[in-house]
């Protein structure tokens, strides 16, 4: 079965901190994207992988390909950054659909 | 260059009844897909048009069901409305193929009672 697995759930972080958020899937990918999600719905695209490393401003996205694994990184966290990410892929084949998404990663950042 | 916009942005309809739902991708892109999201079940892929062309879905009933126009707009339509239907339903367009960057819309926040 094709699964994406989000660690943690649930993160508090106190303004400055360094954050780290995992996801791991099961079998191969053709892409793997991190998503934002703000309270009220709306969602960004915030990276688009398929291999190495990717840096936007104060973000910073890795993957794995042998490992099947993921991660989002935060620097200098900041309370904006408080949101749900979501780790979503592409998975060869796609016979189950597009997009299979993790169950999300929902990040405080206190002041 | 104007976002994705979707409409209604919310709506309330009773059980057994129909929905239609509207989307119109950022000028230029020509695959649309379509998503649910619920508190349960997180986010799901219902399914992707390119070109007027429905190119994957979702395991999802045959009461949900799509259709794009030759302006690359796409509309969804629920039959037959059931309550666990209620959800936020997102469309997000990307200029060729999900395995772009998908820019989504605000959603509609679909209740049924």
């Known amino acids: 079965k094709n699964e994406v697995e989000q660690s943690p759930q649930n993160l508090t972080a106190q303004e400055g901190e360094f954050i780290t958020i995992n996801c791991s899937y099961s079998?191969?990918?053709?892409?793997l994207h991190w998503l934002q999600q703000h309270p009220g719905g709306g969602i960004v695209s915030l990276f688009m992988?398929?291999?190495g490393k990717k840096k936007h401003g104060r973000l910073i996205a890795t993957i794995n390909i042998q490992e099947k694994h993921s991660s989002l990184h935060i620097t200098a966290s900041h309370p904006r950054d408080s949101a749900v990410y979501i780790c979503?892929?592409?998975?060869?084949?796609?016979?189950?659909?597009?997009?299979?998404f993790g169950k999300g990663t929902k990040l405080s950042v206190k002041p | 260059k104007a976002g994705v916009t979707q409409t209604p942005r919310y709506l309330i309809k009773t059980r057994g009844q129909q929905v239609t739902l509207s989307c119109s991708p950022i000028?230029?892109?020509?695959?649309v897909s379509w998503y649910q999201q619920t508190p349960g079940q997180g986010l799901q892929f219902l399914f992707e048009?390119?070109?007027?062309?429905?190119?994957n879905k979702g395991n999802f009933p045959g009461r949900f069901s799509g259709r794009q126009f030759s302006n690359s707009r796409s509309e969804m339509n629920v039959s037959t409305l059931e309550l666990g239907d209620s959800a936020l339903y997102l469309c997000a367009s990307s200029l060729l193929q999900t395995s772009d960057t998908q820019y989504f819309g605000p959603g509609t926040r679909l209740t049924v009672l």
């Open positions: 992988l398929s291999s």
């Open positions: 000028s230029g892109h020509r695959s």
């Open positions: 048009y390119f070109s007027e062309t429905q190119r």
């Open positions: 979503a892929v592409r998975f060869y084949g796609g016979s189950q659909g597009n997009l299979i």
């Open positions: 079998v191969g990918i053709s892409a």
